[in-house]
T-cell receptor
Framework: EAGVAQSPRYKIIEKRQSVAFWCNPI?????LYWYQQILGQGPKLLIQ????????DSQLPKDRFSAERLKGVDSTLKIQPAKLEDSAVYLC?????????????FGSGTQLSVL | KNQVEQSPQSLIILEGKNCTLQ??????????LRWYKQDTGRGPVSLTI?????NTKSNGRYTATLDADTKQSSLHITASQLSDSASYIC?????????FGAGTTVTVRA
């Protein structure tokens, strides 16, 4: 079965520029997550979708970050404008319905460097 | 304060040796605990899951334990291989949320 696809793999931008990341989850997975992983730390949840509805975006910096999951399938995460502290790996993950003993399947991530 | 604390932060072991990683949590109510392995430049991959009633579970050379009373879990790696070099992340679920530890970075040297 195909895994979670993310692009681009790497992105280098200057502060105050905008950037967008794309994620295509495993087919049939209703739940999609975006995580931010700063070097040396565990992933931090930015937003969780159930189909195309938002379940949790309490830690999303809404003044600069936005995300959408149109048609309940693939998703985009945008940062505008970027700050130096946004340098991190952005991981997308999916699961069947986000409940119980389900495991998350992660993509390889997008490594963002803000200069 | 993070609800999932892992130790040590990093460790270096020689190929063929064993090691044990610790995960202490305060998440409540507890639903389950997963250990993930994250290779450099890759996303985490699930190694094993522990539910409330399970004490020990093995997956090849990886053995996880859970003490739900003391809220502690461990991951033991037996006869380490170079491919075990990775970050190991403990993730605890309550009824509605996942809490991630910061991970333990394991370096296996020949």
């Amino acid at each position: 079965e195909a895994g979670v696809a993310q692009s681009p793999r790497y992105k280098i931008i200057e502060k105050r520029q905008s950037v967008a990341f794309w994620c295509n989850p495993i087919s049939g997975h209703a739940t999609l997550y975006w995580y931010q992983q700063i070097l040396g730390q565990g992933p931090k949840l930015l937003i969780q979708f159930q189909n195309n509805g938002v379940v949790d975006d309490s830690q999303l910096p809404k003044d600069r970050f936005s995300a959408e999951r149109l048609k309940g399938v693939d998703s985009t995460l945008k940062i505008q404008p970027a700050k130096l502290e946004d340098s991190a790996v952005y991981l997308c993950a999916s699961s069947l319905d986000g409940q119980g003993v389900e495991k998350l399947f992660f993509g390889s991530g997008t490594q963002l460097s803000v200069l | 304060k993070n609800q999932v604390e892992q130790s040590p932060q990093s460790l270096i072991i020689l190929e063929g040796k064993n090691c044990t990683l610790q995960c202490n949590y305060t998440v409540s109510p507890f639903s389950n605990l997963r250990w993930y392995k994250q290779d450099t430049g890759r996303g985490p991959v699930s190694l094993t899951i522990m539910t409330f009633s399970e004490n020990t579970k093995s997956n090849g050379r990886y053995t996880a334990t859970l003490d739900a009373d003391t809220k502690q879990s461990s991951l033991h790696i037996t006869a380490s291989q170079l491919s075990d070099s990775a970050s190991y992340i403990c993730v605890v679920r309550n009824d509605y949320k996942l809490s991630f530890g910061a991970g333990t970075t394991v370096t296996v040297r020949a």
